[in-house]
């Protein structure tokens, strides 16, 4: 017995990364900070839990007005959604009338979205390095939705061949989704003015250590952000509740701290790629806080699972052309020397 619509009964749904205990696990899974949020947030917290009887500020002025200030936009750019997987659903559901295109090897919730709302989708291969080649969309019509850096590979499309096909294309929206730009890579919202039909979304779960607090945006010509608008006001208004708004704001005074912590993640990614290419394995040049690779002396799912019973948790994604790979999150320096010991050990059990 079921009550569910019949069209919806086939979905399937997105698998987000196991959520552990962490005094158990280390925890390089789903792309978090491994680090706290800021000094200011947790104040910022029981500040505003003292006015939870009110609803939120439907303006999220408190975010909206200094973060604008932080990107070089205005307010009318900016749109702000429950993490940026709501913004994605919008995306997905409100402007993909003439179909979307997305890369083989991308976000997982991408092809979730496309069933959900039923989208007309075109799924184009990466190039055999992983690389997004542009060219490869110029034939299709629609949106196009692409993650820079990609996810899970790390890889990263250069501004120009971005700017190329915006302008070779000025009635197609193309998404460009940098939930990972902030790890050194340039975001394209310098851009946003000069391109009407590019929009950038974008995250503070990964950079800003508030994956919990589910805070995601969007930048882009104030038309589109009027029409997210007007589809989160169908849907519900008060899409950031108030903590979150508190924390965001709060966050936002602690540019240094994240600095810092951006800062530490880059130099522990390279150094963990230094060792793990010393190790033999073959990798992505990741420009994310996570690390794309492979051994030929031991399958990804095998490695995962050895991991695992050493309590330290990757991500390994059962998917055609990633299955070989494992996506693992950049940690501590602390925690990648307990990785880098950890496979050093397991290489030697199958390799003797
Ligand atoms: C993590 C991630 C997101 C989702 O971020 P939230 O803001 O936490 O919803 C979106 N896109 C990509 C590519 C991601 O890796």
Redesign the pocket.
Known sequence: MTFLNQKYQSLTPYTPGEQVDETEFIKLN??ESPYPPAPKVQKAVAEAAQKLNRYPDIAWSSVAKPFAAYLGVKEDQLFL????????AYLFQGFTEQGIAFPDV??G?YQVYSELYDVNTTIVPLKADFSIELKDYDELTGTVIF?NP???TGVYLSQQAICDFLERHPNRLVVV????IDFGCTSMISKITQYENLFV??????SRQL?GA???FGVGNKKVIADLNRLRFSLNPYNINALTQAVGSAVLQEQAYVNQTIQKTIDVREWSKQQLAALGFEQTDSQ?NFLFVKHSQISAEALFQALRAKKILVRWFNQPRAKDYLRITVGTQEQMRVLIKAVKKILTEVTS
């Open positions: 789903t792309n959604g429950n993490g940026s997987d709501e913004v994605l991308t976000y919730f993650a990609n996810a899970p989704d940098e939930a990972y979304v974008g995250t503070f779960s990964k994956a589910r805070l995601g994310g």
